[in-house]
């Protein structure tokens, strides 16, 4: 299996103030890799460094053996980095599809293919869809959710990034998130690298997972190995009992 992204010594900051110190983690291909940690620990701005909002201050970031540090941001869907970030920002005054489309800029010259994948994402989430003409502003918390991941997914991503995708649904919605993503990592193949708040949902998908602390990998392991892990558990052991229960 070869490693299709690799961070090196990642070091970055806000203001002066240090969010990532050194971080070294990889992620192979076919992989779904989740970032777990407490609030400020890194896991945003770690993929906000490797989709290039946000330029670090030392350190490599190697994707498909590229390195990224001369590649602007809006530059890296079209090598395969997909970004839903938080809060989804989706553009409100937009329909479905007009979305969509804005998604599929960087395959824009190859119009069969942006056709093709617009009606392939409408088919893997039937209920945007049905709501394909419809502001997105007027969407539901997981209509929207799904509408990102979907314009996220028309880049044909070789990576998908995800920065808390449950945040704010209703356990039935996040359930059919969830459901989505397994299927485009089971059935598809694609590689995820997730940051999620609900530990034990996240390690339920995973193959194999990093804990953040201060911006360095605390913990790392595969899903099983993190679950049984001590320092894992004194950290999540209330949320893993809540979402198992």
Partial sequence: MSTLLELSGLTAAYGGVRALDGLDLHVDEGEFVVLLG??????????KTVSGLLKPVSGRILFAGQDLAKVPGWRRPGLGLGHVPEGRQIFPDHTVLENLALGGFPTRRRRAETERRR????EIF?????????????????EAQMLAVARALMAAP?????????????????????????????ERG?????????AGTALRLAD??????RGRVAVEGTAA???DDPRVQAAYLGRLHQETA
């Fill in 208 to 213: 194999r997972g990093y804990v953040l602390e």
């Fill in 126 to 142: 039937p209920r945007l869809a049905e709501r394909r003409s419809q502001l997105a502003g007027t969407l539901s918390g997981g």
């Fill in 225 to 227: 190995e993190l679950r």
């Fill in 119 to 122: 009606d392939e994402m409408l």
């Fill in 38 to 47: 407490p609030n400020g620990a890194g896991k945003t701005t770690t993929m």
């Fill in 158 to 186: 070789r990576l998908l990034m995800l920065d808390e995708p449950s945040l704010g649904l209703a356990p039935l919605k996040v359930a059919e998130l969830f459901g989505y993503l397994k299927r485009l990592h089971d």
């Fill in 190 to 198: 694609l590689t995820i690298l997730l940051v999620e708040q609900q």
